[in-house]
């Protein structure tokens, strides 16, 4: 079946300007991720929505960074006025709520490059 | 918080040798504990999970144990292959279901 996705693969914007991205997890599932990976770095949490439930946004680095999750399903992550060190790799990830495995299923991330 | 610790890195091993990548966490409550792996080009991946202590997580020759008195989950390969090349992330999962990553570590073997 269908993974998770992610858009845009690649983003290049210049300082100063807002992007979205955006996450289509694996249907049914009901928990989704954010986080960011820098370059030699490992995953940084950003945000995390469960069913209903008011997410847990405790990872957001800023007030510049923003998530929201329409339906249950579609995920946008909004970063505004972008700052060069907002360069990274932004991953989301979901997981089937109440299988027991609480795997985490990973899209191919998207590549945003801040000039 | 929450925070894991693993081995840094680069590992570059020869074939076959033996690979343990060391993982410490700190954590309230019980939380669950996984491996994943990122090869080269590709997606994070699930590797292993250990949802309680003394579980051991098992998949492709790599095992890992959950270990609460330790607050370990080492991952250990017997005999490795120039296929494991990736990078490896140690995780926990807490009650609450918010997920933990270490920095990863890369592993490298050569024929």
């Known amino acids: 079946g269908a993974g998770v996705s992610q858009s845009p693969s690649n983003k290049v914007t210049e300082k100063g300007k807002d992007v979205e991205l955006r996450c289509d997890p694996i249907?049914?599932?009901?928990?989704l991720y954010w986080y960011r990976q820098s370059l030699g770095q490992g995953l940084e949490f950003l945000i995390y929505?469960?069913?209903?439930?008011?997410?847990?946004k405790s990872g957001l680095p800023s007030d510049r960074f923003s998530a929201e999750r329409t339906g249950g399903s579609v995920s946008t992550l909004t970063i505004q006025r972008t700052q060069q060190e907002d360069s990274a790799v932004y991953l989301c990830?979901?997981?089937?709520?109440?299988?027991?495995?609480?795997?985490?299923?990973f899209g191919p991330g998207t590549r945003l490059t801040v000039t | 918080g929450d925070s894991v610790t693993q081995m840094e890195g680069p590992v570059t091993l020869s074939e076959e040798a033996f690979l343990t990548i060391n993982c410490t966490y700190t954590a309230t409550g019980y939380p669950s504990l996984f491996w994943y792996v990122q090869y080269p080009g590709e997606g994070l991946q699930l590797l292993l999970k250990a949802t309680k202590a003394d579980d051991k997580g098992s998949n492709k020759g790599f095992e890992a144990t959950y270990r609460k008195e330790t607050t370990s989950f080492h991952l250990e390969k017997g005999s490795v292959q120039v296929s494991d090349s990736a990078v490896y992330f140690c995780a926990l999962r807490d009650n609450a279901g918010k997920s933990t990553f270490g920095d990863g570590t890369t592993l490298t073997v050569k024929p």
């Open positions: 249907s049914g599932h009901t928990a």
């Open positions: 929505f469960q069913g209903n439930s008011a997410p847990d």
């Open positions: 990830a979901s997981i089937l709520q109440g299988s027991g495995t609480y795997e985490q299923y």
